[in-house]
Structure formats: C-alpha cells, structure tokens
C-alpha cells in the first residue's frame, strides 16, 4: 500500500481560506447579506476541526489501554443515543433509555463485526482495540444509525398520533396490539430506512463517499479504497437497520400494554 | 360503579356531555388501562391475551368512526383480515340485506370513504361490527349524524338484531337524547359526573 502523501500546510489553508473570503465579497456587493452567515460558517469549520484532530491527536496516542478506548466508545455512544431523540417531534417516557440501547446494541454489535471479522484486527501487530480502526468505525457506524432511530422515532411518534382513531378501531374489531401497530411500525422503519437505501443506490454515481476520497487523496489504490467503501456502506446498513428496527419496536412496547390497550397518553407532543 | 349486562339487554346510558358516557363505554371494551376494578366475560375477569378474543364479542363503536381504506367495502372487509375473525368471511349478500334497510343501495360498498358524510361513516361502521357478530355492541352516539328516517331504521335494524338471538345478543347504547334513550333501551342508567345517578328498572 502507498502511503505517502503530499501535506498540506498552512499558506496551502490559506488559499482555500481565500476563496470563502472571495464568496463573502460577492455576497457583499449584490447585498446578498449572507457574509456573516458564512465567515461564522468557515470559522466554525476551522475551530470544530482543528479541536477534532487535537482529540484525535490524543486519541491516537500510542499505548492507550482498552479500558481507555472502551470508554470513549461508550462515551461517543452514549452522545449519539441522546442526540437521536433531540428533534423528535412526539415524546414518551422512556424514550431516551429506548434510543440509548438501540444505538448501544445495534453500533457495538456492528463494530465487533467489523473490527473482528471484516478488517480481522488480530491480523496486525497492533491489539484489537488499537484506536485507529475501533473509533472511525464506531463513529461512521453511529452517525448513521443516529439518522435511522431518529427518523424512526419521530415517524413512528406522528403516525401513532394522527392515526391514533384507527388504531382504536382495529383494536376495538378485535385486532391484537401487534395487528394494531403494524401500520405505523411498517412506516416508522420505512422511514428510517431510507437515507441509507438511497445513498446505497447512487453511491459512486453521485457522489463520492468522503471517506474513499479520503483515501484515495492519502495515496490508497482504488481497488483498496473501493474495497474498504463498500464494506463500510454495508456495516452502516446493517447497524441502521438493527438500529432502527430495535428502536421502533422498543417504543411500540411502551405504547401498548399487555391488555391490547394503545396508551396514547403516554404519547406528549414536544413543547 | 357497577354494571351488568346480561344477554338480550337493550341498555340506555344517558347523562350531559362529559359525564363519563364514552368513558364507561370505553372501559366496557378494555380499551382504556383501568385505574381499579375489572371487567369480566361470563363471570371471569378478562387480562391479557384474552382481551382481542373478548373485544371479538364485545366491539365497541366509536362516536366518529375511523375508516381510511379506499372504499366502503374494504373497509368492512378489513376486519376479517385480523386473527380473531380470520375463520369469517365476508358476506355480501348480508350487508347489501342490511343496507336495504337502511335505505341504501349496494352502490355504498363501491363508495370511496373520502367521500362519505358523518352519518354515512357512521353506517358503514355500524356495519362493519354488525357482520362480525358480536355478543355486546357498545354503541357510542351511533345515530348523532344521521337523518331522521335513517335513525329510525337504524333503532329498527338493532332491536330486530337483539330479538333475533336474546340470548346471545345485547346493545348498549349511549345516547344524551333522552327520546332515543327510552326507544332504545328497555334499562336506562343515568350517568353523572362520573357516577350512575339514577338506574331506572335496574333490580
């Protein structure tokens, strides 16, 4: 594999910096009003960065215990899980404790998957929990997972509530929770389900993933590059879709009691 | 509280709006967690998986009934499609039977549900619980949307179905029109405020 690349360094910044400070000039003289907006935009580009590759830098660090990296993915876990049910539209009690497992069970299952039977880290000389394949992993994997339970849990939560009368009426036909649910539970993982379809549909013709760019700027071949994509687009599928199935179906169970009964009180709208 | 309902009982609830009417309805059908007591079938309390095989004989009617599949007749078939009724079929004969009755023809099956008025949901959801033959029907305001001759035949429709089987079939029938109530009910409880006020011919 070929790893050198060409760094990059400050005035190479620079230039780029320079297009974003040509941009704030245009919006300038067509009175656009967007230059604020978008020097803040590039400032906060530069900080968030420069402060993720220091904690990399950190992370990164040679010798770090298990104990140390384990940590930091139960930390990252436990952020995402919060953050999926930031903006749901509808609430429960409970709903956070639903989101955390999910993203816990579906991310960390994926990740074993990945680290020790796709990449096969024991293969090296560095431990399994070398922070160089562990955290990118997790992290690819719970950004992902994050949209599903989100988009899950919101639709699920709107289509509990705006079809909460048919919901009685089947239930009061006779319908078992399950047969009352379905519906709204197709729909909410459907939903869930659908930025990682779609972009398993155009990837490579739309868009290149910014992680085989990544590589390929890093000196990668192709074919490696390729190789690792794909493999990540399945890992990112696969921990979306437990995700997603495991949040919805978590959030169903709340919702209906053991008597067949919808307990719609328990379902808040956001204030 | 306390209420009883035996086979062939033609029960009226009256009472003002918001004095637990629908409530009590809807606690008779389980579909509300009870805060106390229970609700029993045939002296048994009912729990659990029984309760879907218990709302296959007692169905509760909503007020204003939800159908959203595409016409009048898929939803009437929609029931049969659930596990309590799937050893049931569809009989189309019996409804269009009914609907006659009602002075409808057999072109309401082929009605799209968008279209339909309050009454002529409320009709369609009459018949949708009437074809799976239940014991108990809990009828939630049936009639509120409907003309007069149409309420009458409907007061018809579900004395004949009661007096056809006595004793295996009752109404329970929520009505704040006290009219309707002494037509449809040979017992009228009178609820208020949460209580049964007055149990007119209640032993």
Redesign the interface.
């Known amino acids: 594999m070929r790893t050198e690349y060409l760094e990059l360094d400050f005035p190479q910044l620079a230039i780029a910096a320079s297009l974003i400070v040509i941009c704030s000039v245009i919006s300038l003289v067509l009175q656009l009003g967007l230059q604020r907006r978008l020097l803040l935009a590039a400032l906060r580009t530069v900080v968030q960065l420069l402060l993720v590759g220091l904690v990399l830098w950190w992370i990164f660090a040679p010798e770090r215990s298990s104990l140390f990296v384990v940590g930091m993915m139960g930390a990252m876990t436990l952020i995402a899980g919060f953050a999926a049910v930031d903006r749901t539209g509808h609430r429960y009690r409970g709903i956070r404790l639903d989101s955390i497992i999910s993203m816990w069970a579906s991310s960390w299952l994926i990740t074993a998957v990945a680290l020790f039977a796709v990449v096969q880290v024991q293969r090296g000389e560095q431990p399994w929990y070398d922070p160089q394949y562990a955290i990118p992993l997790l992290g690819m994997i719970l950004g992902n997972t994050l949209n599903g339970i989100s988009l899950g849990l919101n639709r699920l939560g709107e289509e509990l509530a705006t079809?909460r009368?048919?919901v009685?009426?089947?239930?009061?036909?006779?319908?078992?929770r399950w047969?009352a649910a379905r519906g709204p539970i197709q729909e909410a993982i459907r939903t869930g389900m659908i930025p990682i379809i779609n972009s398993m549909m155009v990837v490579g013709l739309v868009s290149l993933p910014g992680m085989m760019t990544g590589q390929l700027l890093a000196g990668v071949p192709p074919v490696q590059a390729v190789r690792y994509q794909i493999v990540i687009m399945f890992l990112i599928a696969a921990g979306t879709s437990l995700g997603t199935f495991s949040v919805v179906l978590l959030g169903y169970r709340r919702m209906f009691?053991?008597?067949?009964?919808?307990?719609s009180a328990r379902l808040t709208k956001r204030r | 509280m306390s209420l009883e309902i035996r086979a062939g009982a033609r029960l009226s609830i009256s009472g003002p709006s918001g004095s637990g009417k629908t409530l009590l309805l809807r606690a008779l059908?389980?579909?509300?967690?009870l805060d106390d007591g229970d609700v029993s079938w045939q002296g048994r309390p009912v729990?659990?998986?029984e309760?879907?095989?218990f709302?296959?004989r007692v169905?509760?009617?909503?007020q204003?009934?939800?159908l959203?599949e595409a016409t009048v007749e898929a939803a009437l078939r929609?029931?049969f499609s659930?596990?309590?009724?799937c050893r049931r079929r569809f009989d189309r004969d019996r409804i269009v039977g009914w609907l006659e009755g009602l002075r409808r023809d057999a072109s309401f099956l082929g009605k799209p549900v968008g279209e339909l008025s309050g009454g002529e949901s409320q009709i369609a959801?009459l018949l949708?619980?009437l074809q799976?033959d239940p014991a108990v029907l809990l009828l939630d305001e049936p009639t509120a949307a409907l003309d007069p001759p149409t309420v009458a035949a409907v007061e018809g429709l579900l004395r004949n179905w009661v007096e056809e089987l006595p004793d295996r079939r009752a109404t329970v029938w929520v009505t704040h029109h006290a009219g309707q109530a002494t037509r449809v009910g040979e017992r009228i409880v009178h609820i208020e405020n949460g209580r049964i006020a007055d149990a007119n011919g209640i032993p």
């Not at chain 2, 659930?82 to 009724?85: I, S, T």
């Open positions: 079809k009368r048919h009685e009426t089947l239930l009061a036909l006779g319908a078992t047969e009691t053991a008597d067949h009964q919808f307990a | 059908a389980l579909l509300d967690p729990r659990g998986n309760v879907p095989d709302r296959r169905v509760y009617l909503h204003r009934p939800a959203i929609r029931p659930l596990r309590v009724h959801a949708r619980a799976l």
